[in-house]
């Protein structure tokens, strides 16, 4: 009898361990099945490669801040980094038979776009890295730095925006624009119709490149290293600034490369380029597995958190939900997001 009880019990634990581990995936499942009774016909293969087409740049900024999240960190500046690297690429790459080009005199060749295109990244991977120094050298609590960051950012690329105009910046070269808008290729299946863009193929590209970095790298083994307890990893020789300031690095070629594919996917750029997407690409992680505390996390979760985000966004406007309440949604998703997290974080203690 007793051990009918203690498997009885036991049996408990482990549904009891299920439902919070994906308690959040159920919550989303739900929400995704009301959205498909209210509009069914958003179930095709088009609205699938426009939520992947969509989802592509998010990818890319939730991959970068995953590594920093696993690290116990945060990054409040990814909106603002999008942003910064809108205008100035927007300034610097319009359309050679623009009569009201910015800078007129600017060559538009081959070679200017893709100098421009390596500068800008360069540009948001120093401010990333920044981010990275303030955190690992100065101590500054990655929030704090990061919401600095974010003022800088967003004050940088608003003056910069206002002395050229304030004008939204219109008219993108149309090689720069074909990179972000471009489909390899196209499926019919009858009315319905499915492609494959060139965002999904660079967001592959990130996805294999983060997930060799986590998974087969020193660099990737000391992220989990110094995110799980960095005291520990510091005593077993694992360099906590180095570690930091890689990842901040890395992050920031992501998000500078995700800045330039948005701005060329939109097709134009304001200063408010970006604005709250640090919150899609957090929350993405954390719906994703990437524990808040530090040391969890996996590529596969931090996508297949995006792809759910997306869907959830792309049905939300699809059948007329008020923008407004969408941010209610969200902002909801989130609150349960890392209510489950602590939850779990409480339980292993």
Known sequence: MDK????????????????????????LLIMIIVII??????????SLATILTQASTRCMLALGVGGIIVLAGTDLSIGRMVGLAGVVGASLMQSPGFSRRIFPNLPTSGWFIALSILFIILLITFASFINGWLTAKLHITPFIATLGMQLVLYGAASSYYNALGGSPITSLNEGFKYIAQGKLLKLKFGSDEFYISFLMIFALISILFIWFIWNKTRIGKNMFAVGGNAEAAAVSGVSIVKTTLIIYVIAGVLYGAAGLLELGRTGSATNNLGLGYEL????????????LMGGVGSVAGIVTGVIIFQ???????????????????????????????????????
């Open 37 to 46: 009774i209210e509009d069914s016909s958003i179930v095709s293969w088009r």
């Open 280 to 291: 899609d690409a957090i929350s993405a992680c954390v719906v994703g597995g990437v524990s």
């Open 311 to 349: 869907v959830i966004n792309f049905g939300l406007a699809y059948i007329g939900v008020d923008p407004y309440l969408q941010y209610v949604v969200k902002g909801m998703i989130i609150l349960i997001a890392v209510a489950i997290d602590t939850r779990k974080y409480i339980k292993k203690k």
């Open 4 to 27: 009918i009880i203690r498997k009885i019990s036991f049996d408990k634990k482990k549904i009891s361990d299920l439902l919070l581990k994906y308690a959040i995936y159920f919550v």
